[in-house]
């Protein structure tokens, strides 16, 4: 029984983000607003960072993206929206076809650019 309660109490907390670096999360908040949206922006694109403490952030920022629910119930939700925007498009106009398909390649780029964020920083992470 208190093995249980245990094992319940550490899901709880890794999914109230208790898991997350406190020091990432701490020097993630103290940039300022347009430098974190320029890091961020080129983890969602997958570019290199520009130096390495930028490369650092880049990859905390993606290995906190990889914890969250959107990411680790992908293919649970991207078919569904899948099957459901091209119904949708089709039977609106071709247009919001198209729309619906390049949200949905980005929603893969993205994905697949917050799994390579580590590996694309890795020359700045060996300085």
Do not use: C
């Not at 249980?4 to 993630?28: E, H, I, L, P, Y």
């Not at 990411?71 to 919001?96: K, T």
């Amino acid at each position: 029984m208190v093995a249980v309660s245990r094992v319940m109490t550490a899901k709880k907390r890794s999914n109230d983000g208790a898991g997350v670096d406190a020091g990432f999360v701490a020097q993630w908040n103290a940039l300022d607003k347009q430098h974190r949206r320029q890091v961020r922006r080129l983890v969602r694109i997958g570019r290199e960072q520009e130096n390495v403490a930028d490369a650092r952030l880049a990859v905390g920022f993606a290995a906190y993206q990889r914890t969250r629910p959107w990411f680790r119930f992908f293919w649970l939700w991207f078919p569904v929206l899948l099957v459901a925007g091209v119904v949708a498009g089709l039977a609106l106009h071709p247009i919001v076809f198209g729309m619906i398909l390049a949200v949905l390649g980005n929603a893969l780029l993205v994905r697949r650019a917050f799994r390579r964020a580590d590996w694309v920083n890795e020359r700045l992470l060996e300085q």
